[in-house]
Structure formats: structure tokens, C-alpha cells
T-cell receptor, first 113, second 111 residues
Framework: KAGVTQTPRYLIKTRGQQVTLSCSPI?????VSWYQQTPGQGLQFLFE???????NKGNFPGRFSGRQFSNSRSEMNVSTLELGDSALYLC????????????FGSGTQLSVL | EDQVTQSPEALRLQEGESSSLNCSYT??????LFWYRQDPGKGPEFLFT???AGEEKEKERLKATLTKKESFLHITAPKPEDSATYLC????????????FGSGTRLLVRP
């Protein structure tokens, strides 16, 4: 069974640009969550999607957005990039239940210059 | 406020030297506590879920336990391949599905 797949693996952008990250969940998983991981802040929740609807959102500015498609694949977009957006962006999926474990992808390492 | 605190921040052990990692939490209505292992440049890998005080789970050299206020990850006779960052997380106490992660314990096991 294939795991959570994230593309691209690495990305280098400059300030002011925008970026789109992609995530394919485990087959049968309908919930996709996104997390930002930095050395200083650790893992922080961005948002969660279920059946193409955003179910929850973390405390990030509106520059961070996402969407989920009918096949459960998800994309995350960051507009007007800032240096502080440099981080490892992790996608995780689960079938649904709140207390069910998350399966994480390997992440996209974004560097903003 | 829901909170997860892990200690120590970093731990260095000699191969075979057993120890424990701590995860203390503050959340209303615990709906599970999760332990993950993360290797550099990779996403967290699930280890255990604990649901109620007194529960214990084991996997190879790892054993996780849970009380009403904290969880411990015991590492018995560790090997260098156990070197990683260990994260614990709990779902928020509201109706959301957000996981709150601790800052992790970086474990280094030297041969």
C-alpha cells in the first residue's frame, strides 16, 4: 500500500513569489492535514480537508490556502512568500476519525531566498 | 489552553544505556496520545497510540505508558539506529481535529 506522497521534495523560491505544494494521501483516506515544521516553532497545524471541504484552520495568515479534490488529493498554496515561510511542509492523511493516527509524507522542504 | 511539553529537549545515550522520555499534556478530555519518531529530512513515523491512564504499549526496544497527566517513552538497551527525534501529540480538547505536537526530544545513541 503506497504511503502519503508529496511533491516536490525540495523547492527554492524568492520573496514575493508564490508556490503550490501537492499531496496524494493513502488510498481510502479522505482526510488530509497540512503542517508546517520549523526548528523554532516545531510542528504547527495549517489546515485540514475532508471531502473537499476545509474542516479546520490553524493560526496562519490568509497567504496560506489549500484545497482538496474529489480524489482526495490536496494542494497547498502560499502567496507572496516571505523569508519566514522557509520550512518543511508536511502533509498527513487518515481515514477520518478524530482520534485516529495520522500518516505523514516525507514533506516538501521550501527555502525562500 | 491545550499544551504539550516534552523533556528533555535532547538526550545522548551510550548504546545499551536505557532511559525515558517524558511528555506532559494539558487538554480537556483526552482523546488519545500519539508518539511519533522522526528522522532528519523525513516526516514523522507513527509509533503508538495510548487512550487511557494505565495503558502500555511496546514495540521492540520501546515502551510507551500513560498517566492522567503525562506519558513516558521508555527505551531499553538502545541501539544507534534508535537515534531520531521523538514527538508526542494530542488532539485538541475542542471539537476540532487538530493535533498539538510537543517540541520533541532529540535522541542520539552512540556506539
Amino acid at each position: 500500500k503506497a504511503g502519503v506522497t508529496q511533491t516536490p521534495r525540495y523547492l527554492i523560491k524568492t520573496r514575493g513569489q508564490q508556490v503550490t505544494l501537492s499531496c496524494s494521501p493513502i488510498s481510502g483516506h479522505r482526510s488530509v492535514s497540512w503542517y508546517q515544521q520549523t526548528p523554532g516553532q516545531g510542528l504547527q497545524f495549517l489546515f485540514e480537508y475532508f471531502s473537499e471541504t476545509q474542516r479546520n484552520k490553524g493560526n496562519f495568515p490568509g497567504r496560506f490556502s489549500g484545497r482538496q479534490f474529489s480524489n482526495s488529493r490536496s494542494e497547498m498554496n502560499v502567496s507572496t512568500l516571505e523569508l519566514g515561510d522557509s520550512a518543511l511542509y508536511l502533509c498527513a492523511s487518515r481515514r477520518d476519525r478524530a482520534n485516529e493516527k495520522l500518516f505523514f509524507g516525507s514533506g516538501t522542504q521550501l527555502s525562500v531566498l | 489552553e491545550d499544551q504539550v511539553t516534552q523533556s528533555p529537549e535532547a538526550l545522548r545515550l551510550q548504546e545499551g544505556e536505557s532511559s525515558s522520555l517524558n511528555c506532559s499534556y494539558t487538554v480537556s478530555g483526552l482523546r488519545g496520545l500519539f508518539w511519533y519518531r522522526q528522522d532528519p529530512g523525513k516526516g514523522p513515523e507513527f509509533l503508538f497510540t495510548l487512550y487511557s491512564a494505565g495503558e502500555e504499549k511496546e514495540k521492540e526496544r520501546l515502551k510507551a505508558t500513560l498517566t492522567k497527566k503525562e506519558s513516558f517513552l521508555h527505551i531499553t538497551a538502545p541501539k544507534p539506529e534508535d537515534s531520531a527525534t521523538y514527538l508526542c501529540a494530542v488532539p485538541r480538547g475542542d471539537s476540532s481535529y487538530k493535533l498539538i505536537f510537543g517540541s520533541g526530544t532529540r535522541l542520539l545513541v552512540r556506539p
